[in-house]
């Protein structure tokens, strides 16, 4: 659970008021951050059984049940109920991304954080899931170790242009530097 743990370090550690969640769910998730998820598993169903629709609660059990035991095809039923039950909400998209990527499904996982980005661009929670994709893709060069200078500055750069400003910029500095080193050449 270390790849969520950090979350708890957001805006001092309230970061489940920034999302509007009850105070039990305030409570389930901060026991999840806190890393004893078979609690946090039963404060989630608790939630559950008085509300069963309550969609940021089936995300929470589905990441509980990826962590706790690894059953990764539970965990994604759960979440993807989640998504039906609110489409609209980031919640079961960065809880399909989480265990994909938990799941070794690096491409799906990174397909569900962007969706649940596009629907919630500051939802700290992705930070979780955006780590572990870092951390898992391979190298920009395959050759190479994942610690060697150039794969650490390419990776870098590969995870700065994520978003299409981001991309826009990095292609006009790109021009602006081929263009210069012409000018200095001729």
């Known amino acids: 659970m270390s790849e969520l743990s950090h979350l708890l370090e957001f805006r001092g550690g309230n970061f489940t008021v920034e999302m509007f969640a009850s105070p039990a769910l305030q409570a389930a998730y901060r ?57 609209k909400s980031a919640a079961g998209y960065i809880a399909l991304g989480y265990i994909n990527l938990r799941g070794a499904k690096l491409e799906d996982g990174y397909r569900y954080l962007m969706k649940a980005k596009h629907l919630a661009p500051r939802d700290p929670r992705l930070a979780a899931g955006f780590a572990i994709y870092d951390r898992e893709r391979p190298p920009v060069i395959a050759d190479l170790s994942r610690l060697h200078p150039v794969n650490r500055a390419l990776g870098g750069v590969r995870t700065g242009l994520r978003s299409p400003a981001q991309r826009a910029m990095g292609l006009a500095c790109l021009a602006l530097s081929i263009y210069m080193a012409g000018t200095l050449i001729g």
């Not at 629709?53 to 059953?71: F, I, M, N, Q, Y």
């Open 31 to 87: 026991v999840l951050l806190e890393g004893d998820v078979a609690e946090a598993e039963v404060r989630f169903r608790r939630i559950i059984d008085e509300h069963p629709k309550d969609h940021e609660a089936l995300a929470g059990l589905a990441v509980c049940t990826a962590e706790g035991g690894g059953r990764f095809l539970t965990a994604e039923k759960l979440a993807k109920q989640a998504v039906r039950l609110a489409p």
